[in-house]
C-alpha cells in the first residue's frame, strides 16, 4: 500500500460515508462524528433509545472497514471474564491456555453497556485506556486499529446502571442518532421491505489504511492560538455556574485529537476553529458533572457547551 496523502483522508470519508449510507439513512453527521472518532483512536458511546440503528450503524462501520467485529450483549449476570477471556488447564499440555474473550477484536459492539454491573463495565477500562488486557498476568495487544462502539439506553429505563465517570470519561465521544424524519423512515421501510441491506454491503478499506490514516491525522497543524481556544474551551466548563465537575485535560486532549480529524475529513491540513465547534459537544458534553439544581431544571451537558461556544472567544483577548 503506497503512503497516503493527507487528501486521502477526505477521500476515505466520502467513501465510507456513501457506503455505510447504504445501511443507514440519514445521519450523515453523525457518521462523520463517528468517523472522526476512528481516525482519533477514540471509543463511541452510543445513547438512545432502542430500534433507531445503534446497533446497526456499529456493524457496517465494521464491514466497511474490513475488520474483525465482536458483540457483546450485556446484561445484569454477565461477568469479567465473559469479555476479557479466561485461562483453562489443559490437562494434555499440562498449562493454562487462554481462551480470548469477544474483546480481542478490531471493532467491539458493547451492546446496552448499562445493563451490565459497574465492576463489569470496568473491565473495559485497561481495553479502552491502552489498547491492551491483561488476564492472569500477561498482556495481550489489540488492534491495531481497535475501536469499542458502546450503546447505551437513557439511564432512566428500568434495569439500567450508571456508568462510572471513570468509564465515562474513558469514552472519546458521545453521539445520539435521534429519531428519523418521515421521509427517512418511509426509505427504511422501502429499504428493508424484502431484505436486510447490512447483508451484501461490502468493505471499501482495510485496517492497515485506518492505521495509516490514524497516524497521518496527528501530523494536522493546529496553530497555537487553536490550543488555547480549545483549553479556555475546557476551563471554562470548570467554572461554569450549572457544572459540578467538569472536562478534565483528557477532555482537552480528546477535542484537539478531534479537531485534527474533522480538518483531516474536510481536505485540509490544518485546523480552523470551525473544527472545535463542530466536534465540542460530542467530545466534552458527556464529560460533565452537573450540579443537582440543574438536573433538577433539565439542564444538560450539550446545553452548557453549546451556550460555552457563544461565550467563548476564539482568540484571547490581549
Same mark, same amino acid.
Given at each position: 500500500?503506497?503512503?497516503?496523502?493527507?487528501?486521502?483522508?477526505?477521500?476515505?470519508?466520502?467513501?465510507?460515508?456513501?457506503?455505510?449510507?447504504?445501511?443507514?439513512?440519514?445521519?450523515?453527521?453523525?457518521?462523520? !462524528?463517528? =468517523?472522526?472518532? %476512528?481516525?482519533?483512536?477514540?471509543?463511541? %458511546?452510543?445513547? *438512545?433509545?432502542?430500534?433507531?440503528?445503534?446497533?446497526?450503524?456499529? #456493524?457496517?462501520?465494521?464491514?466497511?472497514?474490513?475488520?474483525?467485529?465482536?458483540?457483546?450483549?450485556?446484561?445484569?449476570?454477565?461477568?469479567?471474564?465473559?469479555?476479557?477471556?479466561?485461562?483453562?488447564?489443559?490437562?494434555?499440555?499440562?498449562?493454562?491456555?487462554?481462551?480470548?474473550?469477544?474483546?480481542?477484536?478490531?471493532?467491539?459492539?458493547?451492546?446496552?453497556?448499562?445493563?451490565?454491573?459497574?465492576?463489569?463495565?470496568?473491565? !473495559? =477500562?485497561?481495553?479502552?485506556?491502552?489498547?491492551?488486557?491483561?488476564?492472569?498476568?500477561?498482556? &495481550? $495487544?489489540?488492534?491495531?486499529?481497535?475501536?469499542?462502539?458502546?450503546?447505551?439506553?437513557?439511564?432512566?429505563?428500568?434495569?439500567?446502571?450508571? !456508568?462510572?465517570?471513570?468509564?465515562?470519561?474513558?469514552?472519546?465521544?458521545?453521539?445520539?442518532?435521534?429519531?428519523?424524519?418521515?421521509?427517512?423512515?418511509?426509505?427504511?421501510?422501502?429499504?428493508?421491505?424484502?431484505?436486510?441491506? /447490512? +447483508?451484501?454491503?461490502?468493505?471499501?478499506?482495510?485496517?492497515?489504511?485506518?492505521? %495509516?490514516?490514524?497516524?497521518?491525522? #496527528?501530523?494536522?497543524?493546529?496553530?497555537?492560538? +487553536?490550543?488555547? &481556544?480549545?483549553?479556555?474551551?475546557?476551563?471554562?466548563?470548570?467554572?461554569?455556574?450549572?457544572?459540578?465537575?467538569?472536562?478534565?485535560? #483528557?477532555?482537552?486532549?480528546? /477535542?484537539?485529537?478531534?479537531? $485534527?480529524?474533522?480538518?483531516? =475529513?474536510?481536505?485540509? *491540513? &490544518?485546523?480552523?476553529? *470551525?473544527?472545535?465547534?463542530?466536534?465540542?459537544?460530542?467530545? /466534552?458534553?458527556?464529560?460533565? +458533572? %452537573?450540579?443537582?439544581?440543574?438536573?433538577?431544571?433539565?439542564?444538560?451537558?450539550?446545553?452548557? +457547551?453549546?451556550?460555552?461556544?457563544?461565550?467563548?472567544?476564539?482568540?484571547?483577548?490581549?
Amino acid at each position: 500500500m503506497t503512503e497516503p496523502r493527507i487528501d486521502s483522508i477526505a477521500e476515505f470519508g466520502r467513501t465510507l460515508t456513501e457506503n455505510i449510507s447504504r445501511v443507514i439513512v440519514g445521519k450523515k453527521t453523525e457518521i462523520r !462524528l463517528i =468517523l472522526t472518532a %476512528l481516525l482519533s483512536e477514540g471509543h463511541i %458511546l452510543l445513547e *438512545d433509545v432502542p430500534g433507531v440503528g445503534k446497533t446497526m450503524l456499529a #456493524r457496517a462501520l465494521a464491514k466497511s472497514i474490513g475488520g474483525t467485529f465482536s458483540r457483546i450483549q450485556c446484561t445484569p449476570d454477565l461477568l469479567p471474564s465473559d469479555i476479557t477471556g479466561v485461562s483453562v488447564f489443559d490437562q494434555k499440555a499440562g498449562e493454562f491456555a487462554f481462551h480470548p474473550g469477544p474483546i480481542m477484536a478490531q471493532v467491539v459492539l458493547v451492546d446496552e453497556i448499562n445493563r451490565a454491573t459497574p465492576r463489569t463495565q470496568a473491565s !473495559l =477500562l485497561e481495553a479502552m485506556g491502552e489498547a491492551q488486557l491483561t488476564v492472569d498476568g500477561t498482556s &495481550y $495487544q489489540l488492534g491495531p486499529p481497535f475501536l469499542v462502539i458502546a450503546t447505551q439506553n437513557p439511564i432512566e429505563f428500568e434495569g439500567t446502571f450508571p !456508568l462510572p465517570e471513570a468509564q465515562v470519561d474513558r469514552f472519546f465521544m458521545r453521539i445520539s442518532l435521534g429519531y428519523p424524519t418521515l421521509d427517512e423512515e418511509k426509505e427504511i421501510l422501502r429499504r428493508q421491505q424484502s431484505e436486510k441491506p /447490512l +447483508i451484501g454491503l461490502e468493505s471499501c478499506s482495510c485496517p492497515q489504511e485506518v492505521v %495509516l490514516l490514524q497516524r497521518l491525522v #496527528r501530523d494536522v497543524y493546529v496553530e497555537e492560538s +487553536i490550543r488555547d &481556544y480549545i483549553i479556555r474551551l475546557t476551563h471554562a466548563t470548570r467554572s461554569h455556574r450549572s457544572v459540578k465537575l467538569g472536562a478534565s485535560p #483528557r477532555g482537552s486532549l480528546a /477535542l484537539l485529537r478531534a479537531s $485534527q480529524a474533522w480538518a483531516a =475529513l474536510e481536505g485540509r *491540513d &490544518y485546523v480552523i476553529p *470551525d473544527d472545535v465547534k463542530h466536534t465540542a459537544v460530542s467530545i /466534552l458534553a458527556h464529560r460533565l +458533572i %452537573l450540579s443537582p439544581e440543574s438536573e433538577m431544571r433539565g439542564l444538560t451537558g450539550d446545553a452548557v +457547551i453549546k451556550e460555552l461556544l457563544n461565550q467563548v472567544p476564539v482568540n484571547a483577548e490581549p
